[in-house]
């Protein structure tokens, strides 16, 4: 059984850094992709970022525009924690912050439909 729990998140001022983590164990096999999603109220769920390897390759990454360049996902040498680095937040950044990991190689894989493990969320909210 694979379990994927968030820590981190909460409230900064427009400018700010926030660090999130996502630990994922019961992991057997040797490709996975992580991703993060976030879901701000009254909008869908969307991706924010993913990390994907195989065996012992480092990870690709993948983010998407609204984000790239303030954020970074990177993941330990073991693979089993997953960070996620925000700088320069927005007040349009605030959302709940949720992990997914998926049982594939998948770089660039966006589809929150194709992740099958997911964490509770993270709330991150950023003050104007």
């Known amino acids: 059984q694979v379990q994927v729990v968030e820590s981190g998140g909460g409230l900064v001022q427009a400018g700010g850094s926030l660090r999130l983590s996502c630990a994922a164990s019961?992991?057997?096999?040797?490709?996975?992709?992580m991703g993060w999603f976030r879901q701000a109220p009254g909008k869908e769920r969307e991706f924010v970022a993913s990390?994907?390897?195989?065996?012992?390759?480092?990870?690709?990454?993948d983010y998407s525009d609204s984000v790239k360049g303030r954020f970074t996902i990177s993941a330990d040498n073991a693979k089993t924690t997953v960070v996620l680095q925000m700088n320069s937040l927005k007040p349009e950044d605030t959302a709940v912050y949720y992990c997914a990991a998926a049982r594939i190689w998948a770089p660039g894989l966006r589809s929150a439909g194709a992740f099958m493990y997911w964490g509770h969320g993270t709330q991150v909210t950023v003050s104007s």
């Open positions: 990390v994907s390897w195989s065996g012992g390759s480092d990870g690709t990454t």
């Open positions: 019961g992991r057997t096999l040797r490709s996975w992709t």
